[in-house]
């Protein structure tokens, strides 16, 4: 069964950057498309970010040219590098995933199959 965990969360100063990683196992990595979610205290979970199978990406508006997906196969494990990080970043980060192709119909998180527990980020000073 395909599991994934994520890492890298923490505690960061507004400005500042953290690298999240999921790593998954249990499939075959390549196969699978990636999302990165994100919930809030008191919010709807959010779409962030998502890499397809073949490494196309994807990000919503509020994380273009702060965000980075990326992928390395031969470590089964999907990044997500954060930069210049505003406290309204801050919530819980959950990596999700799914056998089909593409990030179509990412943001909402309803046909990815698989989830991670998340892992907090706070920005804060």
């Known amino acids: 069964q395909l599991q994934l965990v994520e890492s890298g969360g923490g505690l960061v100063q507004p400005g500042g950057s953290l690298r999240l990683s999921c790593r998954v196992s249990?499939?075959?990595?390549?196969?699978?498309?990636i999302g990165w979610y994100r919930q809030a205290p008191g919010k709807e979970r959010e779409g962030v970010s998502c890499i397809s199978r073949n490494g196309r990406t994807y990000y919503v508006d509020s994380v273009k040219g702060r965000f980075t997906i990326s992928r390395v196969n031969v470590w089964t494990t999907v990044y997500l590098q954060m930069n210049s990080l505003k406290p309204e970043d801050t919530a819980v980060y959950y990596c999700a995933a799914k056998s089909s192709p593409t990030c179509s119909n990412f943001e909402g998180g309803n046909d990815m199959s698989y989830w991670g527990k998340g892992t907090l980020v706070t920005v804060s000073s």
């Open positions: 249990g499939f075959t990595f390549d196969s699978v498309t």
